[in-house]
Every structure is written in structure tokens, then in C-alpha cells.
């Protein structure tokens, strides 16, 4: 059986990433193709306790290294519990946020450097990439008003300040550009239904559908 593709949404506060991952994952289904939506920090047991430490709380509660670390933790528990075994029987994984968030949050705008992000990531996973990684793209205002429109208590991230998330915006388009064979930068503004199609379009370019 051949391996399911493993798709990955980035992109900063608001963005729309847990939205479309919804969409993309009822599209594939509709289509015949098995998929999952999954999410980052979290998608299993211990990766979600985790998740808990990281989204709530006080903005300076932990060192950026230590940060990282536990970012790269609860990915390990993902992938190892989660990702890979589904990808095994050929469904196809969607994931919400992935080691470029820890590049783009950690390593770039935390200050941990994104070369050190890498190397744990390298050291913890083998350095497993996904096959196509969509960058959301949206100006920070729109993002966060979003974002601040939505409920639950998940703000540690949205809290950090406007120079925080226009580093992360800067990051995330500086990775796409760097990476063009895995990422596409993708316009995040307009109707859900607009850059869903963008998104399936995409898909629709990269693989048989
Ligand atoms: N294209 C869009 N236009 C307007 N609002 C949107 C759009 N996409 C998502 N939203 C809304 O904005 C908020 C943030 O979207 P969400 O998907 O949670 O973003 P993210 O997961 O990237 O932070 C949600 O309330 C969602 O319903
Ligand atoms: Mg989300």
C-alpha cells in the first residue's frame, strides 16, 4: 500500500489554518481519498498535556529554548503516535501548525534561531517534512481580530504583541520563498470558500486527486 500524503497549514494568529484543514479534509473525502485533520501542538494524548503548558498562561512563563523543547516533545508524540501510523495504511494526514511554526515562533521571532530548530528536529524525528506545506498569508491586524473574534482561552500566542506577530508574518513568507519545491504561499484574505478553492487548487496541482 502506498504511503498518504502529509499535508501541512501554517501560518500566524487567525490565519484561518483550523478552518481550512476542516474543509480540506471533507473535500478529500468527498473525493474517495482518507484523510485526517490533525493539529500541532497536540494530536495525541500527551502531545495535547503538553499543548496545555504552551497556549494559555503568561506570555514570559518559559524560556524560549525551553519552549522549543517541549514544541518539539509534543511533535514527537504526534508523529510517532499519530502521523506516521496513519500515514502506513495510505490515509492522508492535514495538519493544523508543524515544525515550521517552531521555526517561525521558537527559532525566528523567540529569538532560539532557526537552524537550532531544525536540529531538533533533525535529532527527534528525523527530520520528517511534509509533502506540501500551505503558507497562509494575512496582514497581522485582520489575523488577530480573527482570531480575538473566536472563543476559548487559547491566547498565550495572540497576546505577544503586534511586533511578535509581524516577525512571525515576515518568517513564515521568508520560508515559503526558500522552500518553493514544499511550501506555497497562499493569500488567507477573502471569504472561506475563496481561499478554500485556492487552497484545493493547489492540491489539484501537486497531486492526483
Ligand atoms: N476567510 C475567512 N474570513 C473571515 N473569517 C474567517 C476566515 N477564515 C476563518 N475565519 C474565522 O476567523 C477565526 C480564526 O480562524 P481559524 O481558522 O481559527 O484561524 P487559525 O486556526 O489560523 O488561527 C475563526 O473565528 C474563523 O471562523
Ligand atoms: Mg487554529
Known sequence: M?????????????????????????????????AIA???????????DIRHLLVSGDTARWQPMT???LHTAARVEHVENLVRPTLAT????????????????QGSAQGVGAEAVLALHDLALGGLMP???????LPVELGLARARSRAGGEDRYERMGAAFHIHLRDAFQAMAKAEPQRCVLVDA????????????SILASRFTL
Open 2 to 34: 502506498s504511503s498518504g500524503r502529509f499535508i501541512t497549514l501554517e501560518g500566524g494568529e487567525g490565519a484561518g489554518k483550523t478552518t481550512q484543514v476542516r474543509l480540506l479534509v471533507d473535500r478529500l473525502a468527498a473525493r474517495g481519498i482518507a
Open 38 to 48: 490533525t493539529r500541532e501542538p497536540g494530536g495525541a494524548p500527551g502531545a495535547e
Open 67 to 69: 519552549e522549543a523543547l
Open 90 to 105: 495510505g490515509t492522508w494526514v492535514i495538519s493544523d501548525r508543524y515544525v515550521d511554526s517552531t521555526r517561525a515562533y
Open 131 to 137: 509533502d506540501l506545506t500551505l503558507v497562509l498569508d
Open 189 to 200: 484574505a477573502g471569504d472561506v470558500d475563496v481561499v478554500a478553492a485556492r487552497l484545493w
